[in-house]
C-alpha cells in the first residue's frame, strides 16, 4: 500500500469514527431514574442547581419539556425552594405516580404536585406538553 492510500485509509477511518460519535451522542436520549423516589430526588437537586441538561434528562421524553424546563429553574431554581416533604400516590397505573411536594418558596409555604411516569423501564418527571397530543376530532 502506497503512503497515499494508507493517509486516505485512515482520513476515512478516522471521519466514520468521528460521524459515529456525534450520532451516538445526538440521538442519546434521556436516561430517567431507576425508581420513583430516585426521580425526584434527582428533580430537587436539578432545581436547587440549576441544571437544565439534568432536568432533560428526567424529563418524560414524550414531553415538549424544554419551556417548561427553564419556567421551573427561572420559579424555583437555586436555593429559593426548600423541601420539606413529598408524598408518593400510586395510581391504578403501574407506570404512572403522582407526587405532592411541600414545602417553602422564598419563606413562604409551597406546595405542587408532580406526575412521574415509567418509560421503557425508567422513570421521569411529566414536564411540558406531550408530543404527540391531537385533541379529539383532529388530526
Do not use: H
Amino acid at each position: 500500500m502506497t503512503r497515499r492510500a494508507l493517509i486516505l485509509t485512515l482520513a476515512v477511518v478516522a471521519t466514520c469514527l468521528v460521524v459515529g460519535l456525534v450520532v451516538g451522542v445526538r440521538s442519546r436520549g434521556p436516561d430517567g431514574a431507576a425508581s420513583p423516589e430516585a426521580v425526584v430526588a434527582d428533580y430537587v437537586t436539578a432545581l436547587r442547581d440549576k441544571d437544565r441538561g439534568r432536568l432533560a434528562d428526567i424529563a418524560d421524553p414524550e414531553n415538549d419539556s424544554a419551556v417548561e424546563i427553564n419556567r421551573r429553574i427561572s420559579a424555583l431554581g437555586g436555593d429559593r425552594l426548600v423541601l420539606s416533604d413529598w408524598r408518593f400516590d400510586r395510581t391504578a397505573s403501574a407506570a404512572e405516580v403522582r407526587v405532592t411536594l411541600s414545602g417553602q418558596l422564598d419563606a413562604s409555604p409551597y406546595s405542587d404536585v408532580i406526575w412521574l411516569r415509567r418509560v421503557d423501564g425508567a422513570w421521569f418527571v411529566a414536564l411540558g406538553a406531550p408530543q404527540n397530543s391531537n385533541p379529539k376530532g383532529t388530526s
